[in-house]
């Protein structure tokens, strides 16, 4: 079978290459400009899928993003796409395509024997089922779960990628039709900055699916006019292949870009790219979208659109039926019969629910001597798996009921015409109102939020001379409100006058039976949502048009129920009894448009690129030397230095030694550094700090806790007086940004009288840091100009000189308890630095320490860590740190300590652990009680009096130890406490959180 | 006991079906107001309702109305992406989470409406050892509460959910989860309905496209409210209108700890069955599971700007799929299908608020951050109870408002999905 | 995505900036003479307001200076910015209630 529906002449495609696809397997072929739709169409295929839910057969319903039916798993392997449209999918030689949600096929489908229960199965039968027993939901959820999900999803990883693009522009247009051309010609006219968007290959909108003339020519003659001036034009961007998806605030539109219509291979590009779009003003040339009849099985396969026929004969060459009636309720839809007529096509009747048609086109139809069938109604579809006849009656006085005889006419493609509905989507995404026109039965913008209009269709303009004066207008209009005032004077294009009688609002079409006794009514084709599935959402009072959506889940399927939305509340409206559609409301269209693949709108931020890697100068020698990391904020740190045959405790038993007993090197430069600066200096860290600051004298250290205005603590560092009004403050790792902000904010919004400047310098210096009773002899051999001696160079103080060379600042602090120079150096230096420390430092036995044993070390010293001891409710007291919190001065936090809460006696507080098993290392996080108890079974409790913050094996003292949290603490310490673990109960001992060294003897070397 | 209108049942399916489903009868009715009520509930989604429900069921005051300027579970109800869970960290919130997930458990029965609860189970994953060390603290304490809740390492993880990523050397790798095999997800609407349905055949009217104007007092006591259908009498108010509690206690002469923040989520195109269980990710804000009808329904954190909108930014959508598809790389080809936005109330410390204000007789229940959903029947179930003995029940005492003036917080930024 | 016009700066994505919440709340002179209640309302307490809301944002990603403004939280319009330490224009303050 060879295209047996192509006709002999016509269309855009190219007749002269013949490319081969396959549908379920079966070979096909087409042209190029096809879509998988025309050709499918130009092959004869009648079924392309099965429904959603009562697995009926379907056939292609539409010709563009409003296609219910159509969904296709577009080829396999690594690049396979589930549920792509038909009819937006550009055909190419080699295009692999099967249907979705049938087994073995839609011709034949397994999962069809689920439409026999289809009485069983209304609108919401799940809500009133499957509830006893109780214990079977899963059973029946796993059965609904296979049931359901159209296509399928890929397995593989994706082979390609996707990009994005900011741009920004005067004037948005979306939709190259002839609207949107106008508009864009207009403006860019002007001279302003245009970026014209429309989703089909090539432009000219809806003027390409019909046979219209423009200045007394072919309207593609225009629109080839147009495309080459906008060529011309270097402030134009045209985006072919591009679905505006969304609309958002403030002018800023989301659009989807294909980059190439054959997705079976990478190509040389991106899949797709996303534009992010900031626009001064946005002209919506969107169109409209054509409503169907809504008659008794109007799902069969062959009950088209009628715009969506004429698609197809006039721009694909395809004849979708070989005796197509037209079932409408307008004007509009006689264009198809004579469009079908003048193609050769056999036209048996024009079934028009209105008396007495009489406009233009109608008689252009009688010329012809199509049967016009005024007053009537299609009450039956015979055939199952495609249209074979229509049964036809005459409607009574108000249109609620048939009478008369039924009338047999054999066809195989009904054409079905409810009217053409603004495409208002966008115009709704951006916070825009709506209005329902009840005499023409659509719903029309209004209000709008934006910078924004809406021309042509979308506007609910569908004559085209009009559209093109719209458009230019509104393209002049935009233009200027971008601030391009320059008058052109163009004379719009001529188009022939239209003149259309109204249409007659039918919304269900009778039968000779009740609602829902005779044939399925559908409304949602793509959700198999009927005009009876309303009616009974409207009787069990879901009256809201969103109780309704969301009952029968109308509009919720992938093509969001854009020919359903609206008979939908019809249809429900008159369930409800409401006068006007008006009355039912709106609902709001959120985006996006069309679907958007998730790979584009993560574009490039993906893998190593999802969020950015920050890695110390030294980094190359630390990933050289073997180290494992651990990720700290967006740092690598180094975690610890294995040896070969070393496991992690090994490693930092190793480490931790070499600190206490010879000299370890640490790479610190990931803590923040922020410049301080300014005559008030002082003072403003005193009021941010909770120890005072004004007596600090010049070269000395101190540290410092930050709290945040509830008490709690929110960061704690090291700060030295450079000189009288600059410091040098360190953060924590992961808080630095934030604190800098911290500063920042009360600088500028609370205190802007304050002197007091910050500057953050964590990247210009790296940090090397020794520690150990050997720090200074290493030292020593690299600095001539500071005196190491513990007298001139006391703990808490900074010297600047020279290292190995190079100009650093080194401070004498200590978050070991050892002896310890924390050298500062350019970054740029730091590697040069550290490599000389380490070479010189084997004599020493220098050892590199990673981020494990700093945390060991610490510990062993009972000192915090923020964010590890604390945890956003812990305050200074709570640490055992009253030492350093001012009684004499306000500070931010301080007014939160005298609430009835910080008064509390069984507050948690810091304490150190012993357990009584010396090798047993408690996991941080386990949670401590009074008594000895297993952990409970469900549903019981057993009260917990505080958790493990840290807890290690120190191979100083050749045990474990923890630190902890627990209620009224520091009054428990020598008692002995539990902590239930998955395999039995660990016994310890509450003590003083300082393990090494209380008296601080070691902190000289 | 009241007797159903028409109890829900595969029988009463199949005698409907043999009538064309023409004979079903109203899941609740839509009433105007009367003049005087006991209690008015002026919110009606989820919480609302399952606070007028329980009044009924538990207490048997039923002379109750429930006032809703909209449809029923239009707001954060019909919005959330439907998980259920009760792992939270502090004893007092365990409690109330568990007890609503207890409720849960038995709902669909107690309601005669089948609400698909889903106990699929809920992963927390951690991807550096803070994050590891705080998974460990909260499985802890659940465990002491006698919450079911346990630690996956990342070999169980890619075994729970085969098509995540564990690859070591990802930008942040998976270090393991947590697991609540009794989390899961619900049908959002069918909770707000089938709670509608039972407060609705107790009595309780329920009055929808009424909006109040004005908390009506007198020295200092709650009178009544007036309403865009007039005025309605009642001496006990209860207030559940989560984003929008602010505003009404503005009316009411008083102001709360609240800011009120666009919460974005989205879903796919549905496709065949490839997520069996809920997925968390604090510290790359997403979470996502897979729905009956085979849609991926994804949530991410709040947008940075206060806002009453509905309507979130572009940019958090695409952060939040960036994290998406490096978790689940095949899911970069799915197609988002559907976004939106709910306004959600946080409180500074990411716990509810539900009890006494300043105005006696008025109570609020509000500050249920990203979270409420899961909290519904537990919520109405305790603001039940509060508005009926005019006291907290045991397991609402700390929810307080007045915590924030003693300090008492209840601090579970942790246990929170996203960052507030 | 909003489009944020930085006083310093000139328009920029909101993806630049960070909204540091409600603007005009004045860290007490004297928190210790306050109630648990007066320090409570400074600390957590807020209009949270529906309508022109007037807020903090910084411009993190830019200039890292703090600025005001006044946006309708409803429609997402922005309506006025000010610099720190001015006070809302008059046209704004008719439309909000300040506290």
New interface residues.
């Given amino acids: 079978m060879s295209q047996s529906h192509r006709l002999s002449t016509g269309g855009s495609i190219d007749r002269e290459t013949l490319v081969e696809f396959t549908f379920n397997g079966r070979p096909y072929k087409g042209h190029p400009g096809d879509t998988v739709a025309s050709a499918l169409l130009a092959n004869g295929v009648k079924i392309v899928g099965r429904s959603f839910k009562y697995h009926r057969p379907r056939g292609i319903f539409a010709a563009g993003a409003e296609e219910p039916n159509a969904l296709l798993q577009l080829e396999a392997g690594a690049r396979t796409l589930p549920n792509q449209q038909a009819t937006r999918v550009e055909l190419y030689d080699g295009l692999s395509a099967d249907s979705v949600n049938c087994w073995p096929g839609p011709d034949f489908d397994a999962m069809s024997f689920i439409g026999l229960f289809h009485r069983l199965t209304p609108a919401g039968f799940y809500y009133k089922t499957f509830m006893w027993p109780a214990s079977f939901w899963k059973y029946y959820e796993h059965f609904i779960r296979h049931a359901a999900g159209l296509g399928k999803a890929p397995t593989e990883k994706d082979p390609d990628y996707y990009d994005k693009m900011n741009a920004h522009a005067d004037v948005v247009v979306v939709g190259g039709g002839p609207s949107g051309l106008a508009a864009t010609l207009a403006a860019a006219r002007v001279g302003a900055r245009v970026i014209l968007a429309d989703d089909q290959p090539t432009l000219g909108g809806w003027l390409l699916n019909e046979r219209r003339e423009i200045d007394g020519k072919p309207a593609n003659e225009w629109i080839a006019t147009v495309e080459a001036e906008l060529n011309q034009m270097e402030n134009v961007t045209v985006l072919r292949r591009t679905t505006a998806f969304g609309y958002?605030?403030?002018?800023?539109v989301g659009m989807i870009e294909q980059r190439r219509a054959n997705v079976s291979h990478g190509g040389c590009t991106s899949r797709q790219r996303l534009w992010?779009v900031?626009a001064k003003q946005v002209v919506l040339a969107t169109g409209a979208i054509e409503q169907p009849m809504i008659f008794a099985d109007n799902d069969r396969p062959g009950v088209m659109l009628a715009g969506a026929v004429r698609t197809y004969v006039n721009r694909y060459g395809v004849q979708p039926g070989k005796r197509v009636c037209v079932f409408t309720n307008n004007d509009d839809a006689y264009r198809t019969a004579l469009d079908l007529f003048d193609a050769g096509i056999s036209v048996p009747a024009i079934i028009d629910v209105r008396s007495d048609p009489s406009g233009e086109l109608a008689t252009e139809a009688i010329q012809r001597d199509i049967e016009i069938l005024d007053n009537h109604a299609i009450t039956a579809v015979q055939g199952s798996k495609g249209v074979a006849a229509i049964e036809v009656m005459a409607l009574n006085k108000t249109g609620d009921g048939v009478t008369g005889t039924a009338r047999t006419i054999s066809c195989d493609v009904i054409c079905s015409s409810g009217g053409w509905n603004p495409a208002i989507h966008l115009h709704s995404h951006s916070?825009g109102k709506t209005v329902f026109d009840e005499e023409r039965g659509i719903f029309l913008p209004s209000n709008t939020?934006q910078n924004e209009t809406c021309v042509g269709a979308a506007a609910g303009i569908f004559d085209l001379a009009r559209c093109l004066v719209d458009g230019l207008k509104a393209g002049k209009v935009a233009a200027g409100g971008a601030g391009f005032k320059k008058s052109s004077r163009s004379k719009p294009p001529s188009a022939p006058e239209e003149d259309e009688s109204p249409a007659r609002l039918l919304w269900v079409v009778p039968t000779t039976q009740p609602l829902g006794r005779r044939g399925k009514h559908f409304l949602d084709q793509a959700h198999d949502v009927t005009a009876a599935d309303i009616h009974l959402a409207a009787r069990e009072g879901y009256e809201s048009v969103e109780h309704t959506k969301r009952y029968t889940t109308l509009g919720m399927a992938p093509d969001q129920g854009k020919t359903g939305n609206i008979s939908g509340m019809a249809v429900l409206g008159q369930a409800l009894g409401c006068e006007t559609l008006g009355e039912v409301g709106t609902t709001t269209f959120r985006p996006p448009f069309t679907p958007v693949t998730l790979g584009a709108l993560a574009g490039r931020d993906i893998g190593v690129l999802m969020d950015p890697t920050r890695m110390t100068p030294m980094h190359h020698w630390h990933d050289q030397a073997g180290c494992n990391w651990e990720d700290v904020g967006q740092w690598k740190r180094p975690w610890y230095y294995p040896k070969p045959n070393e496991n992690m405790q090994d490693a930092v038993n190793r480490e931790c030694l070499a600190v206490r007993n010879a000299v370890g090197i640490l790479d610190a430069t990931t803590l923040g550094k922020i410049d301080i600066q300014g005559p008030d200096a002082a003072e403003f860290l005193n009021r941010v700090y909770t120890n005072s600051w004004q007596n600090l004298k010049n070269g000395r250290c101190r540290y410092g806790l930050m709290l945040g205005?509830?008490g709690m603590v929110m960061d704690d560092g090291v700060t030295t007086r450079l000189s009288e009004n600059h410091f040098f403050m360190t953060t924590t790792t992961g808080n630095s940004a934030s604190v800098l902000?911290w500063l920042?904010?009360w600088s500028?919004?609370?205190w802007?009288e304050m002197r007091v400047y910050f500057t953050s310098v964590t990247e210009q210096y790296a940090n090397i840091t020794i520690a150990g009773p050997q720090a200074r002899a290493l030292l020593s051999e690299f600095t001539e100009d500071i005196d190491l001696d513990p007298v001139s160079f006391p703990f808490m103080s900074v010297r600047e000189g020279t290292v190995a060379g190079v100009s650093a600042r080194i401070f004498r602090v200590s978050f070991t308890g050892e002896l310890t120079y924390e050298i500062n150096v350019p970054a740029s230096y730091g590697m040069s630095v550290w490599t000389a420390m380490m070479t010189a430092g084997d004599k020493y036995g220098i050892t590199p320490y990673g981020t494990e044993t700093m945390h060991v070390l610490r510990a062993e010293k009972g000192y915090i860590i923020v964010g590890q001891e604390t945890d956003g409710t812990t305050t200074p007291q709570d640490l055992g740190m009253d030492w350093i919190v001012s009684k004499k001065k306000?500070f931010l936090g301080?007014?939160?300590f005298?609430?009835?809460d910080n008064r509390r006696q069984d507050r948690k507080q810091l304490v150190g652990l012993l357990p009584d098993d010396h090798t047993k290392v408690i996991p941080e996080g386990s949670q401590i009680t009074s008594s000895q108890q297993e952990r409970p079974p469900l549903g019981s409790r057993i009260p917990m009096i505080g958790h493990v913050t840290s807890s290690y094996y120190s191979a100083n003292m050749g045990r474990s130890f923890a630190l902890a949290l627990v209620k009224g603490g520091r009054k428990k310490i020598g008692e002995g406490v539990y902590v239930p673990l998955a395999d039995g109960v660990v016994r310890a001992e509450i003590t003083s959180p300082v393990f090494v060294d209380p008296e601080g003897a070691k902190i000289d070397g | 006991m009241v007797q159903h209108m028409g109890k829900y049942s595969i029988f009463s399916l199949i005698r409907n079906a043999l009538a064309y489903h023409e004979g079903w009868e109203r899941a609740w009715r839509s009433r105007e107001p009367q003049g005087e009520y006991d209690v008015i509930i002026i919110g009606g989604g989820g919480h609302g309702l399952a606070t007028a429900f329980y009044l009924a069921k538990e207490h048997g005051i039923t002379n109750v109305a429930v006032i809703e300027k909209g449809w029923l579970g239009g707001g954060n109800t019909g919005r959330n992406t439907t998980i259920i869970r009760s792992n939270y960290l502090w004893d007092e919130s365990a409690s109330l989470y568990e007890k609503s997930l207890q409720l849960y458990e038995s709902l669909s029965q107690e309601l005669n409406f089948n609400i698909m609860l889903s106990q699929r189970g809920v992963l927390n994953l951690a991807h550096n050892l803070h994050d590891l060390r705080e998974l460990e603290r909260r499985v802890n304490a659940n465990l002491m509460n006698g919450i079911d809740s346990e630690i996956l390492d990342t070999k169980s993880v890619k075994n729970f959910v085969p098509i995540i990523n564990t690859d070591p050397n990802s930008r942040y790798p998976i270090l393991g989860a947590s697991l609540q095999r009794r989390g899961g997800t619900a049908r959002h609407d069918a909770v707000a309905w089938g709670f509608a349905r039972g407060a609705d055949e107790r009595g309780v009217d329920i009055i929808q496209q009424c909006e109040v104007t004005a908390i009506k007092q007198s020295r200092g006591k709650v009178t009544g409210v007036e309403t865009t259908k007039g005025l309605i009498k009642a001496k006990k108010v209860g207030v559940v209108v989560a984003g929008?509690s602010?505003?009404l206690a503005?009316m009411a002469g008083f102001?709360?700890?609240?800011?009120?923040y666009p919460l974005q989520a989205l879903v796919t195109e549905p496709v065949k069955p490839v997520l069996d269980t809920v997925v968390m990710s604090n510290a790359v804000h997403v979470y996502v599971s897979q729905s009956d009808k085979g849609e991926l329904v994804i949530g991410a954190g709040i947008d940075?700007?206060?806002?009453?909108?509905q309507?979130g930014?572009?940019?958090v959508i695409e952060g939040q799929l960036g994290a998406l598809c490096e978790l689940f790389p095949i899911t970069s080809r799915l197609r988002m299908m559907r976004q939106w936005g709910g306004i959600v109330?946080t409180c500074?410390d990411a716990s509810p608020i539900i009890g006494k204000t300043p105005v006696d007789g008025l109570f609020i229940n509000c500050g249920w951050g990203t979270g409420g959903f899961k909290a519904t029947p537990g919520s109405g179930w305790v603001f039940a109870h509060t508005l009926a003995t005019g006291e907290p029940h045991a397991l609402n005492a700390a929810f307080t408002l007045d915590r924030?003036?003693?300090g008492f917080l209840i601090d579970e930024h942790g246990a929170a999905a996203v960052a507030h | 995505?909003?489009?944020i016009p930085c006083p310093y700066c000139g328009e920029r994505?909101?993806?630049e900036?960070?909204?540091?919440?409600e603007a005009h709340i004045?860290?007490p002179k004297?928190?210790?003479k306050?109630t648990?209640?007066e320090?409570?309302?400074y600390?957590?307490?807020?209009?949270?307001?529906?309508g022109v809301?007037l807020?903090?944002w910084?411009h993190?990603h830019g200039c890292?200076?703090?600025f005001n403004v006044a946006?309708d939280?409803?429609?997402?319009?922005?309506v006025a910015v000010y610099k720190?330490?001015s006070k809302p224009p008059k046209s704004i303050t008719s439309r909000v209630t300040m506290?």
């Fill in positions: 958002y605030d403030h002018n800023f992010r900031r916070g939020l205005e509830d902000e920042e904010e500028q919004t609370e802007p306000d301080r007014r939160s005298d609430r009835e | 929008h602010s505003e503005r102001r709360l700890p609240l800011n009120s940075g700007a206060h806002g009453y909108s309507r930014s572009l940019h109330d500074p924030f003036t003693s | 995505m909003l489009l994505e909101e993806s900036f960070h909204q540091g919440g004045e860290r004297d928190p210790n306050m648990d209640e320090w409570a309302d600390l957590f307490f807020r209009d949270n307001r529906k809301y807020e903090r910084v993190r890292r200076r703090w946006r939280t409803a429609t997402n319009q922005i720190m330490g506290k």
